[in-house]
């Protein structure tokens, strides 16, 4: 139902409008009717309509002064212009501004629905368009942060939400609002932050939000204060990172710390007792990097990762953190280690579970770098999976090197490709492209430290178009570059 907003000096015409066709039966719903401009205006401040009807001679502001005025005020609608025949020197002017068409006094229905089905033909036309656009937006923005987007790609993407990649110097913190129904009160406060990286999937709504610490936490604030996420509905905050490749960091934080959240909401009920409000103030605290844990994985050095980790700790420590936020922490590491191991989900609830029921900060640590043990020796074996997700699995082991999509991989399964990718998703606890990124950065450790082969090489052997893709990918997993690697093996 598209909204129409009506504008006439003489009350028997707005009145006589209103009643002269069943507005509904064409697709449309009155919303306003204004006497003259200036009641117009003041509508137009809060509300946008779809179709302006609007007689040209009005006093003091002219209907088409009128519609000059609110078009560069920023407002876009269509618009018809309503006339009478001597004024017909205003219908060759409300034209060249663009009415989609005029109708003469006294009003006659046919022509009004006449007129009204040719602007709903051209209405409906102009949605497809931006709904095609807005879904092409949403998977191009979520590529971007699943790392999944070529260099030139990215830039393309900024230019295109025109944001400056040098204003993500002063900080870009992802923020998951999730089991969000309606995202309507969120977009509004984004428009006011002036927040325009973001997509929404599956009741997520993953917002990159870029600005300095203060300006974060006002946001976030606003969030939970205005009741715009509330209920079941939670938020989830990654770090804050400073370059646009990485953005990734910040969003798989995010991320997991959902599942975290979930995890805990099953022993406990968050929306009714103070564990819920203990756990969202977590969100407005810096978050820890990862980074040189992610080093220390990708080694397999196990002395770096129980150094770096100890350092951690003995930093959360100094700052006088909240339990709370200690196993955030901690979970955050055993999922980066859990990343590569891939715990059956036994082991995986058992950790979770020891880590949970900790009675200290050094407990904590305890069980870490019992994980970290078993780095070499576990591995989950492919038939705790599914039958599709093993034949995925089975795909991207034997076409890596390949252009694979989940798209695809999907059409060889005869699966819808949403479908697949929330069920691998689901089991894997990372998305299809996250995996296959995973898959091609072992080869390429494999190749780094056994072959003779260069790095331009290697990243054309292993499936990435670009060196610049695949050096921004394997720093984004491993925590450091591809010569960095190497020199640790040569």
Not at 272 to 289: E, F, G, H, M
């Amino acid at each position: 139902m598209y909204s129409v907003m009506i504008i006439d000096d003489e009350y028997m015409i707005l009145k006589g409008l209103e009643k002269i066709i069943s507005w509904p039966d064409y697709g449309f719903k009155i919303v306003k009717s204004a006497r003259n401009a200036k009641q117009a205006l003041d509508y137009l401040s809060t509300n946008e309509v779809d179709l302006i009807i609007t007689d040209v001679n009005m006093p003091k502001i002219s209907g088409l002064e009128f519609v000059k005025i609110a078009k560069e005020s920023g407002h876009q609608f269509e618009f018809m212009i309503l006339s009478g025949y001597q004024e017909f020197d205003y219908v060759r002017t409300g034209l060249k501004l663009g009415a989609v068409d005029y109708i003469l006094k006294p009003i006659d229905s046919k022509a009004l629905v006449d007129s009204l089905n040719k602007i709903k033909t051209k209405l409906d036309s102009q949605r497809v368009i931006q709904q095609e656009s807005e879904t092409s937006l949403n998977l191009q923005v979520r590529k971007l942060f699943e790392n999944d987007l070529e260099p030139s790609e990215a830039v393309a993407l900024f230019h295109q939400l025109r944001i400056n990649p040098e204003l993500i110097g002063s900080g870009i913190t992802v923020i998951a609002c999730n089991r969000v129904d309606d995202v309507k009160e969120i977009d509004q406060l984004c428009q006011q932050y002036n927040q325009v990286l973001k997509f929404n999937q599956n009741r997520i709504l993953d917002i990159g939000f870029v600005g300095g610490r203060g300006k974060l936490l006002k946001f976030i604030r606003e969030l939970e204060d205005k009741q715009i996420v509330s209920g079941e509905s939670f938020i989830t905050v990654g770090e804050t990172v400073y370059n646009w490749p990485d953005i990734n960091q910040s969003y798989e934080q995010a991320v997991r710390l959902s599942m975290i959240y979930k995890f805990y909401e099953k022993g406990n009920k968050f929306s009714s007792n103070n564990l819920r409000v203990d756990w969202l103030k977590q969100a407005t605290l810096p978050k820890v990097s990862l980074v040189k844990v992610k080093q220390a994985i990708a080694l397999n050095d196990c002395k770096m990762l129980n150094d770096e980790v100890s350092k951690i700790f003995d930093e959360l420590s100094k700052q006088g953190v909240s339990p709370s936020y200690v196993r955030q922490v901690a979970f955050l590491i055993y999922s980066e280690v859990n990343a590569k191991v891939g715990f059956g989900e036994k082991d995986y609830q058992t950790y979770v579970n020891r880590i949970n029921n900790a009675e200290s900060w050094q407990n904590i640590v305890d069980i870490l770098n019992d994980v970290f043990s078993k780095l070499n020796a576990h591995s989950k074996d492919d038939n705790d999976y599914s039958e599709n997700v093993r034949q995925v699995i089975d795909l991207i082991k034997k076409r890596y090197r390949d252009d694979l999509s989940l798209r695809y991989v999907s059409d060889r399964l005869h699966l819808n490709p949403d479908y697949l990718g929330q069920l691998f998703k689901k089991e894997m606890s990372l998305s299809f492209s996250r995996y296959l990124n995973d898959y091609r950065i072992k080869q390429a450790q494999y190749l780094l430290k056994e072959t003779d082969q260069s790095i331009a090489e290697i990243s054309e052997d292993v499936g990435y178009t670009t060196t610049a893709y695949f050096y921004r990918n394997f720093k984004a997993i491993c925590g450091i570059s591809p010569k960095e690697y190497q020199k640790k093996y040569v």
